[in-house]
């Protein structure tokens, strides 16, 4: 801001400039940023230019040009004496004699101050940044202006310490109109919040602003009773408070740049740790699919199963408020996936059987679903997904397999699963039978709904069945689901039986 003087640094806000090295930025303004940004300073350079030609028009043969030429001298060494506030902006004492001019010259002086305090600290600055810290300090400079209740003029005289109260009313709005300036344009150069950035560079700017605006006030005053030496003894306090800026800011500087560098580098290594925890995600995902579709492959019968009844259990899971790219959606993928995996312990001439199996083939089968859980509970991912495989073939009234789980203490994740398993099993060809058309099927989801079957995740099947194979697919991985062989031919009876189950308003 400039009054106190900042700016951008590069020029954006005088007394607070933008520091205008793009390398200061962890990233560099969008295209929308960079528009909004060129309209900031271009508007802020109109407004500052149609002020300086308000005050031209105003100014009278009766303006006192001595204060005029001390003030506007004051102004630019103060510009030229700036100082760097951690490299994203600049402050100078400015506000002093800018100040002073609000007081004792009013419009008219500030159409001549300004202007030339600026121009004294545009040298090997960009063009664009001197025009923005023009603009803003003059905005700030004429809305304090505006909120002084009176002006000096050699007619008159100021109360003192009256007039301290309402130039420290004049001197928080000047400030507050400079900081809010600089501070959308930082934001908007490097892409963060016009709060963020004013709360990180300007508070602690207030105090010294508003005594900076007294002593700019007293100089005044002392310039009416003692004329220029009044104005010199003025000088000093502004001196004294650079040293001590200038010392606050050598001391924090290095600290402030240390904290920014190892902000950027901490979410470089955070964006580099999730793109790599994305690539092995996918790794994983890519190999448990490969070994699903190995573990199919041992019954001809089956194949592709694993990957449907995968892709179906999803699609209901979505349907039942699960999210994407969260680890429980990804433990039901991987239990899905892998819910056979005990099977490997099963042997051939069983898996294989073409007919019915014995009471003692049933029960080495059924150990497949403990055998897939001991596997899997020795892999650190999929721990999770082990109690999805040891409870895939529960039933909700207790009436399941290997532990007699009922309700919800069946895992979520195998409640949905065991819809899609069951569906896709009735709605395949097996050696023994041949594949059930849809109708039968969705009647026996229905028939044991709350008994085998958890109701809610019926309904929600039921709801996936309609978008996926006759209303809209809502969900991507719906239409990897196989078409069950007579899903077209459901009688009026089921499709209103299966709408009012699924809650849904239109039938199918």
């Known amino acids: 801001m400039q009054a106190f003087g900042v700016t951008i640094e590069g020029g954006f806000v005088p007394g607070v400039r933008r520091t205008g090295e793009a390398s200061e930025s962890p990233e560099s303004p969008s295209g929308t940023s960079t528009f909004l940004l060129n309209v900031l300073v271009l508007a802020t350079f109109a407004a500052g230019a149609a002020l300086v030609v308000y005050g031209g028009v105003l100014a009278t043969d009766g303006l006192n040009w001595e204060l005029v030429a001390a003030l506007a001298l004051l102004a630019v060494l103060a510009e030229r004496a700036d100082m760097s506030l951690y490299g994203d902006s600049r402050i100078s004492l400015a506000i002093v004699p800018i100040f002073a001019a609000v007081i004792g010259l009013g419009m008219p002086g500030l159409a001549i101050v300004v202007p030339l305090a600026i121009l004294a600290s545009a040298y090997g600055r960009p063009i664009r940044k001197t025009a923005f810290n023009f603009g803003a300090l003059m905005l700030a400079a004429a809305a304090a202006a505006v909120v002084m209740p009176t002006t000096y003029s050699t007619n008159g005289t100021l109360d003192w310490p009256q007039i301290l109260l309402p130039a420290t009313i004049a001197g928080c709005v000047n400030f507050a109109v400079n900081s809010l300036l600089v501070a959308a344009a930082i934001g908007l150069s490097s892409r963060s919040s016009l709060p963020k950035v004013w709360a990180e560079h300007f508070p602690w700017l207030l105090p010294h602003y508003v005594i900076l605006a007294a002593i700019g006030t007293a100089m005044v005053v002392a310039y009416q009773a003692m004329g220029l030496w009044g104005v010199a003894i003025f000088v000093a306090p502004p001196l004294m408070m650079r040293l001590s800026i200038k010392q606050y800011l050598d001391r924090t500087s290095k600290s402030v740049l240390d904290l920014r560098q190892a902000h950027v580098q901490l979410q470089k290594a955070h964006s580099e740790a999730t793109d790599a925890m994305d690539r092995l995600r996918n790794a994983y995902d890519g190999t448990l699919r490969s070994l699903s579709a190995a573990l199919d492959a041992r019954d001809s019968e089956t194949g592709g199963h694993s990957e449907r009844v995968a892709d179906l259990t999803l699609a209901i899971a979505a349907e039942m408020g699960f999210e994407e790219d969260t680890d429980e959606y990804r433990n039901l993928s991987w239990g899905a996936l892998l819910h056979d995996v005990g099977k490997i312990a099963v042997p051939d001439a069983i898996l294989r059987k073409p007919g019915a199996l014995t009471s003692d083939e049933w029960q080495t089968m059924r150990s497949h679903p403990a055998a897939g859980y001991e596997i899997l509970l020795k892999i ?129």
């Open 380 to 508: 650190d991912f999929l721990k999770t997904a082990s109690q999805i495989v040891l409870s895939h073939h529960e039933r909700y009234d207790g009436g399941g397999y290997p532990r007699g789980l009922a309700g919800e203490e069946i895992p979520l994740g195998a409640r949905i699963f065991s819809i899609a398993d069951a569906f896709d099993a009735m709605t395949s060809d097996r050696a023994y039978r041949t594949a059930m058309p849809a109708e039968e099927a969705l009647a026996e989801v229905l028939r044991n709904s709350g008994t085998q079957f958890d109701p809610a995740a019926v309904r929600a099947f039921l709801s996936v069945y309609q978008q996926r194979f006759v209303g809209t697919v809502h969900h991507s991985h719906l239409a990897k689901t196989k078409d069950p062989a007579g899903h077209r031919e459901l009688s009026e009876s089921l499709k209103q039986a299966i709408a009012e189950a699924a809650g849904l308003d239109d039938e199918l």
